[in-house]
């Protein structure tokens, strides 16, 4: 199946980088407003994802206008990776020129825009799928299994974290001049784990949530605090105030009836304290995750299913709970 990649910065890269690794994709274009790709262009990230060769990029055919690749190009779908401003303008194109979509998170800003989306892909028989990444990465499928099959009994807590420094890299530069077109951290970062804890513990009762501007918009800095009527108990706390050199690091730490547990993306392993011993559980590379994702868009293309594992709806809700962090 053919695939295109919208955006070729540093997510976009990332993705070029797993489509290569499909057997059942063929990765044919690269749409970007810079026409000089080379496989280390925005290289620079929130962490290291994988390169692109040369090599690989010799027959891929590279456009700086999505309506030009669409006439140019017969594709079954489209992977776009832009800024989260032009999101639905994109979806929209690909949608309207009969293409499947893969967008990235966040669905989009305004809740009607993600509506229209999921309206059109229906009315045309397509597959939109958000990548909401976090949702495939190992350790984060692990602790899901934990809380599913009550390994440790029943969650009594639940703390997610996830901190960058300011994002300077690509257009990223640009988007500070823009102050909230993209989100900010609370639509861009934090949304990784108001996402998880969402899927996998569905909504709230109450939420108390506490925001701090920074360069980027009004909310670069979120704490929160979810309560449940069971009693369980949810931190989320993020963002990207920090200097842009602040290392990237993400993690959850967790109370069972049973277990405590810690994880965080600086350790190869998931730590499980019980009052006399601890366990080192592999957390797996996050990096397969993105390859996951993709994969799982790619069976539900080529088996026209619907992607259960990670719907446009669920991405909805996703933004609509987002919202009720900052305003």
Same mark, same amino acid.
């Given at each position: ?51 692109? %060769?040369? @090599?690989? !990029?010799? +027959? ?6 999505? =309506?030009?690749? &669409? %006439?140019? @190009?017969? !594709?079954? +779908? ?6 989260? =401003?032009?999101? &639905? ?48 990465m190992p350790a984060y499928k692990i602790l899901k299994g934990w809380i599913d099959n009550r390994d440790f009994g029943d969650l009594k807590f639940l703390s997610l974290s996830r901190f960058s420094g300011l994002p300077a890299w690509g257009q990223w530069k640009e988007k500070k001049q823009q102050f909230g077109s993209t989100g900010g951290a609370l639509f861009d970062l934090v949304i990784h ?135």
């Open positions: 199946m053919n695939i295109a990649v919208v955006g070729y910065g540093f997510i976009g890269q990332t993705h070029a980088s797993n489509i290569l690794k499909i057997p059942d994709l063929r990765l044919v274009a690269l749409v970007d407003r810079n026409p000089e790709i080379t496989p280390d262009k925005e290289s620079a990230g929130n962490f290291t994802t994988g390169t692109v %060769s040369q @090599e690989s !990029l010799e +027959a891929v055919h590279v456009y700086t206008q999505l =309506d030009e690749c &669409f %006439s140019k @190009e017969r !594709l079954d +779908a489209c992977v776009i990776a832009v800024h989260t =401003d032009l999101h &639905f303008e994109m979806a929209r194109m690909s949608l309207e020129a009969g293409v499947s979509v893969f967008l990235e998170k966040p669905f989009a800003l305004e809740m009607l825009r993600c509506e229209q989306l999921i309206d059109l892909a229906a009315r045309k028989n397509l597959l939109l799928m958000v990548g909401h990444v976090v949702r495939f784990d108001i996402d998880f804890a969402r899927w996998v513990l569905g909504d709230p009762g109450t939420i108390s949530s506490v925001c701090l501007p920074g360069k980027l918009s009004k909310h670069d800095y979120v704490n929160a605090t979810w309560n449940y009527n069971t009693g369980l108990v949810v931190k989320i706390e993020g963002g990207n105030i920090f200097h842009s050199a602040f290392p990237f690091q993400a993690g959850y730490t967790a109370r069972f009836e049973q277990a405590s547990v810690l994880y965080t993306s600086n350790n190869p392993n998931i730590q499980v304290a019980m009052d006399a011993e601890t366990l080192n559980i592999p957390a797996g590379d996050a990096n397969e995750g993105f390859t996951e994702e993709l994969d799982y868009f790619t069976w539900c293309l080529r088996s026209h299913q619907y992607p259960d594992r990670c719907t446009p709806e669920s991405a909805m809700k996703t933004i609509e709970l987002c919202y009720k962090h900052s305003y």
